[in-house]
């Protein structure tokens, strides 16, 4: 386990968080430190509960809705058998009944083509019912994803993946914009660590590893509107240690199991977990076969001993996906209803 050698440790691991770090408290024992970030036991960030709350506000909300004539619709598309895709669309359909909503699932076969897809897509973009449309990926590789997801109404585009919504989040319209839902709920994990350590996130330093559409570029956009200087760091970034090191705010999201170290990260940041990986557990399950268990980006049990917060997984970011999900197709509604 990685811990910070004793004698730096004593004096003020169980200090008051608030307090400032001692000078030679680094991650890699020479970076300079932001006086605002602070030390002590790191914070689990419980995303379970956060996401619970944020479902029993979105439930409430669409009940006043529903009181005014219009019940919150999503319809989700999935093309093919895949099972994981098979297991999200179901959770996503679960959660939009569970918040009282109108919801549809459209079940396509594996085969269809480009042109029945985007069909599918314009229909439900007719459709009054519909407030909000989610075509899962990956799709078929004989589709053109970008073109399938380009055809649905920014209005409508509950996952936030089409160019407006890309675009009026990088202009910073955050308010007219379908925001992707990933992100979004990093951003409600990353309010509720900064208020349970007495930190403000304006001015912080934050790095987020990871350069997708779907996480790491809006991610980066969101911590640029809450005036955090930005790093995206990515596979070619040179000395990545050095730079996470130096980040107030952590936000892996690059898809490799608990490639983000723990000695990595300085004492008292914030650490934001998007990754969801599977990787081989000990010993074998009931039905004979190897165990397995999910991991994030980052080295959780050594992170944790240095981040001021961090977020587990599972339990962490990936319960606020669907629940944000719930979230744009409620304010999909609510603009459609003005
Ligand atoms: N596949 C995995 N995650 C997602 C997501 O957030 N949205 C869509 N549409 N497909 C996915």
Same mark, same amino acid.
């Given at each position: 386990m990685e811990r910070p050698a004793p004698s730096v440790q004593q !004096?003020?691991?169980?200090?008051?968080?608030l307090r400032k770090q001692p %000078?030679?408290?680094?991650?890699?024992?020479?970076h300079e430190r932001s006086p605002t970030v602070a030390q002590g036991e790191a914070h689990l960030i419980d995303g379970k509960a956060v996401s619970a709350r944020v479902l029993e506000e979105v439930a409430a909300a669409a009940r006043d809705l529903v009181a005014r004539g219009v019940r919150p619709g999503l319809a989700v598309v999935l093309v093919g058998e895949d099972p994981a895709s098979q297991v999200y669309v179901g959770a996503k359909g679960r959660a939009a009944e569970s918040c009282g909503f109108h919801s549809v699932q459209h079940t396509l076969d594996a085969a269809t083509s480009q042109s029945d897809l985007t069909a599918l897509v314009e229909k439900l973009n007719a459709d !009054?019912?519909?407030?909000g449309i989610l075509v899962q990926?990956?799709? %078929?590789?004989?589709?053109d994803s970008s073109l399938v997801l380009e055809t649905i109404s920014p209005a409508k585009d509950v996952d936030g993946f089409h160019p407006v919504n890309a675009g009026l989040l990088a202009i910073g319209e955050t308010g007219r914009a379908l925001v992707p839902c990933t992100p979004a709920g990093s951003m409600i994990l990353l309010h509720e660590a900064a208020k349970a350590l007495g930190l403000k996130l304006s001015g912080m330093d934050a790095v987020v590893v990871g350069r997708s559409n779907i996480v790491g570029k809006p991610m980066a956009q969101l911590l640029l509107a809450e005036s955090c200087t930005v790093t995206i760091a990515h596979s070619?970034?040179?000395d990545l240690p050095a730079v996470v090191g130096r980040a107030d705010i952590v936000v892996a999201a690059v898809g490799r199991p608990e490639m983000i170290e723990g000695a990595w990260i300085k004492p008292g940041a914030i650490v934001i977990d998007v990754g969801i990986n599977r990787v081989p557990g000990e010993g074998l399950g009931k039905n004979g076969k190897p165990k397995t268990r999910l991991v994030g980006d980052v080295a959780f049990e050594a992170a944790r001993q240095r981040a001021g917060a961090i977020t587990p997984?599972?339990?962490?970011v990936g319960p606020m996906t669907i629940a944000m999900l719930m979230k744009n197709t409620l304010t999909a509604a609510q603009r459609m209803a003005r």
């Open positions: !004096p003020w691991r169980r200090a008051s968080r %000078p030679n408290a680094g991650a890699a024992g020479s !009054p019912a519909i407030h990926l990956p799709l %078929p590789a004989h589709i070619r970034t040179r997984v599972p339990g962490g």
